[in-house]
């Protein structure tokens, strides 16, 4: 994970693949001009957003033309993957029919080498199975066959349905522990859940798969909120909801609401609260509740309304199950809790923090670790900390939670935890290096945010303690070179500084 574009951009599969044994995917750049002639080849016309030559398209048909009859089955079921695929996708989405799935594994095993690139975009702990991914110039010929065979719809009806078990799959990983393997599955399978979050492309009309587009939407929370996707979430989200024709499920209300105040738009995230709160109670869904009261203190603490956030967090806590299912854990909140006190009341902070490692530790037996919560739990040490008086301790802490955001790719929390690790250094004398971190922070929420993001008033107070300190020891002009050094050098390198 060496970059925050890698973490909001994963590596396309096309980059990984080889022509290795695929001769015909090989020429096909070359065939639109044959050898001897004069004339320009024709002009590419785009597909799926890249250009495809008719010389390329003519070679993919020849491809097709020399296919059996459950080899072109197969190649014109397979056009519907927006991305990579592995053999267990291709035997839930293109099985039935003429097609048994008895006889998938075969056939894929000989259309391989004519019409799909192997791709390696496995991630730790995965097994060696093997991936593919089908070009263009394949995937236009498919699609067209599969349409004029009259099946494309059907076919998409069970690729929307393996889109809802993926996303269910990567919720799990992230409830269980596996936090970073639920974000790499599900940012790896992004232009495949992507698609099926889109009612508009659902075989149906719109407003009968809106359910599908939602739900995997909802599954989706921690890639949206937890991995730095926030802008991302939010327009899926708003889009598969605008086309619901029922009444919109408490969770994608509870999301909607969280995603606005993750965009710093908390006045907006109030009234979808309250929409949540009562579609929660209409439904029955107890486990909403907690989830409800947790962001309702997140809200109060991104405001500035400390005594409110603590009493929502212990709200939420008591509403809470021992091993939620979905959403925020227990640690988290105990860690939310802890940050909204640790200015106000270290000693209760500290128990907060304390009752929080404790239901890790039973957690951990349990399930996993709570990458998210660990992070923000650095954010809380560092505070108390600093009230000791353990400036250098506290910059660790904080510099750890930097490093712990930008690695699970969330710029909310790294550019608050770099502001406070900004304070830290400042006041043990590290100017420079404090200005630095301030102009990495700047950089990194105009690149995510909009410009009318603001920060919540936590981050804020850190932000304007720095800068009066700074604006003490250094000139403008030195400030703001400083500002733009850091900014250039970016957090990625100013977290690896001790």
């Known amino acids: 994970m060496g970059s925050m574009g890698h973490l909001g951009n994963p590596e ?23 050898p001897g002639s004069t004339a320009e080849p024709p002009e590419a016309e785009l597909l799926w957003g890249e250009p495809v030559s008719p010389g390329q398209l003519a070679a993919a048909e020849q491809g097709y033309e020399r296919c059996n009859a459950a080899e072109r089955l197969l190649w014109e079921r397979l056009s ?32 391989a ?46 690729h929307r349905r393996w889109c809802v078990k993926l996303a269910r799959q990567a919720a799990d990983w992230w409830q269980s522990g596996r936090q970073i393997d639920a974000r790499n599955l599900a940012l790896r399978e992004l232009p495949d859940l992507a698609a099926a979050m889109d009612p508009t492309t659902a075989p149906l009309s719109p407003s009968a798969e809106a359910d599908t587009s939602v739900e995997i939407a909802v599954s989706l929370w921690f890639l949206w909120v937890a991995c730095g996707r926030v802008a991302e979430g939010r327009t899926r989200l708003r ?15 509870w999301l909607a609401a969280y995603l606005e105040l993750e965009s710093g738009r908390p006045e907006d995230a109030d009234p979808l609260l309250v929409q949540a709160w009562a579609a929660a109670v209409r439904d029955g869904d107890d486990r909403c509740l907690g989830m409800l009261a947790h962001l309702r203190g997140a809200t109060a603490l991104f405001q500035g309304r400390a005594r409110e956030a603590a009493a929502e967090f212990r709200e939420a806590l008591a509403l809470m199950e021992e091993h939620p299912e979905f959403g925020p ?20 902070a500290q128990e907060a923090l304390d009752q929080a490692v404790l239901d890790t530790s039973a957690r951990r037996a349990w399930t996993g670790r709570d990458l998210w919560a660990d992070a923000w739990a650095h ?12 400036r250098e301790r506290a910059a660790e802490h904080a510099r750890r939670a930097l490093r712990a955001h930008l690695f699970l790719g969330t710029a909310v929390g790294a550019a608050c935890a770099a ?8 006041m043990v004398g590290r100017t420079t290096s404090a200005a630095h971190l301030l102009g990495a922070a700047d950089l990194l929420r105009a690149s995510a945010f909009e410009e009318t993001y603001r920060p919540a008033e936590y981050c804020a107070t850190s932000r304007d303690r720095s800068e ?31």
């Open 329 to 348: 854990s227990r640690e988290l909140c105990w860690v939310a809790l802890a940050l909204t006190l640790s200015r106000t009341d270290p000693e209760a």
């Open 113 to 158: 080498p004519f019409a799909l690139l192997p791709v390696d975009d496995l991630f730790d702990g995965e097994d060696g199975a093997p991936r593919f991914w089908m070009p263009q110039p394949m995937r236009a010929v498919g699609a067209r066959h599969l349409t004029a065979r009259g099946d494309r719809w059907a076919v998409l009806l069970h």
């Open 239 to 253: 889009h598969a909801l605008s086309l619901h024709s029922g009444p919109p499920p408490a969770r994608a209300l």
């Open 468 to 498: 009066a300190l700074l604006r003490g020891r250094l000139d403008a002009r030195e400030l703001r070179r400083a500002y733009e050094e850091g900014a250039r050098l970016g957090l990625f390198a100013l977290a690896g500084e001790e």
């Open 12 to 34: 396309d599969p096309r980059n990984t693949g080889t022509t290795r044994g695929n001769p015909e995917i090989a020429r096909l750049p070359e065939i639109a001009r044959l």
């Open 80 to 111: 519907v993957f927006e991305g990579a695929f592995g053999r267990e996708a291709v035997q839930e989405v293109c099985a039935s029919g003429t097609l048994p799935a008895g006889d998938v594994q075969a056939v894929l095993d000989r259309l």
């Open 379 to 390: 954010h809380a040490r560092a505070e108390l900390l600093a009230w000791d008086g353990e």
């Open 419 to 426: 502001e406070l690790l900004a304070q830290m250094r400042v």
